[in-house]
């Protein structure tokens, strides 16, 4: 014969089963869950996150394009990052898949900026800076494509308007 469950167990096993779920969820899901509406949460990891987004910087300056087979290039960035097979992309934890580009030393290596390049691009795009040039001075940027003679549409683009989102690592 089956032994009756009683409901006042039911209930309180219910409530203990609810709470131990909210405790023992990450904290930081927790909240992205509950602040930002842009974060799609699945199994417990986001994907896809932007960190609400402040702009620490905005200038104006030059944008050129470059490849991994240029002239006196290695095919390795400043920041160690192998390129040769053409990898125009980085995966960073914030912002996902974004763009490399060569800045100036005072932008540090890791910064996260925002490039509005209209003529050549209708959306604004996001890049990382792993890489250093030799030309590449003041309010100047050099966009990687996959190999140097992608970067002919390019040219030498004037008044391109980069905000810094992410100063350094």
Known sequence: MKDKIPLW????????????????LPPKVKEMTTTNEKVAVVYMQAYNTVPEEKILDTFVGQLTGYGPDC?????????????KTGNIYYYDKLYGKIRIVAADRKIPIGSIVRITASKIYAE???AIVLDRGGAIKGNKMD???????????????????????????
């Open 143 to 169: 966009l990687l494509f996959e190999n140097e003679a992608a970067t002919r549409f390019v040219g030498r683009q004037r008044n391109v308007k980069y905000e810094i989102l992410r100063q350094g690592w």
């Open 71 to 83: 002239v006196g290039c290695s095919g390795i960035t400043a920041s160690g990052y192998n390129v």
């Open 9 to 24: 167990f039911k209930v309180v096993y219910i409530f203990l089963f609810i709470g131990a779920f909210h405790f023992f």
């Open 124 to 126: 604004p795009i996001t």
